[in-house]
């Protein structure tokens, strides 16, 4: 596609239950990243796919959320059993890079998700 | 640890007023360094971005950014604001060997007419 698109947009859900964010790369990009912004926070790293393998998944904050990719372009959040401090916003890049850094991100839009 | 520092998390500034955010960044042999800006209710999108070469970079909208390696900073400067820079502003380093780009806290610039 044109650009990374993420959905939903918005996502309201009590806590406890599970939810899925959903990331579309741009076509042809093989890295895939996930960020998350909370409040007053910056961006801090989840997870990062090379194709559908992630190398790194050092950011994830518990066993609670998981990632996956499938056919070297979608990719899926999980974060099962949402508590309050999960409400943020979930932010997907992708770039063209094998590994490198060169050439920067493309963000989506974001997943604002609000646990209540 | 690989990381980057943000000094100001608010900057206001008046309008057609000069400005610097700083950045900094935790030591490295090599480094690609960015700063992305994010709108209000819009993505982020990468302003600028440092790789090699010259340490002074530009984006189209007026901006500019030194390397400085001695300092291990990466400020990033306007001559004259406008409205329309009211934003967030995240600086970031990559470590040229790594996989991830590590972002800042964030500034958020205000402008006042």
């Known amino acids: 596609g044109a650009g990374v698109s993420q959905s939903p947009s918005n996502k309201v859900t009590e806590k406890g239950k599970d939810v899925e964010l959903r990331c579309d790369p741009i076509?042809?990009?093989?890295?895939l990243y996930w960020y998350r912004q909370s409040l007053g926070q910056g961006l801090e790293f989840l997870i990062y796919f090379q194709g559908n393998s992630a190398p790194d998944k050092s950011g994830l904050p518990s066993d609670r959320f998981s990632a996956e990719r499938t056919g070297g372009s979608v990719s899926t959040l999980t974060i099962q059993r949402t508590q309050q401090e999960d409400s943020a916003v979930y932010l997907c890049a992708s770039s063209p890079d094998t590994g490198n850094t060169l050439y920067g991100y493309t963000f989506g839009s974001g997943t604002r998700l609000t646990v209540v | 640890a690989q990381s980057v520092t943000q000094l100001d998390s608010q900057v206001p500034v008046f309008e057609e007023a000069p400005v610097e955010l700083r950045c900094n960044y935790s030591?490295?042999?090599?480094?690609?360094l960015f700063w992305y800006v994010q709108y209000p209710n819009q993505g982020l999108q990468l302003l600028l971005k440092?790789?090699?070469?010259?340490?002074l970079v530009e984006s189209i909208n007026g901006f500019e950014a030194e390397f400085n390696k001695s300092q291990t900073s990466f400020h990033l400067r306007k001559p004259s604001v406008h409205i329309s820079d009211t934003a967030e502003y995240f600086c970031a380093v990559s470590y040229s060997s790594a996989s991830k780009i590590i972002f800042g806290s964030g500034t958020r610039l205000s402008i006042r007419p």
């Open positions: 076509s042809g990009h093989t890295a």
């Open positions: 030591s490295s042999v090599s480094v690609y």
């Open positions: 440092y790789l090699s070469g010259s340490t």
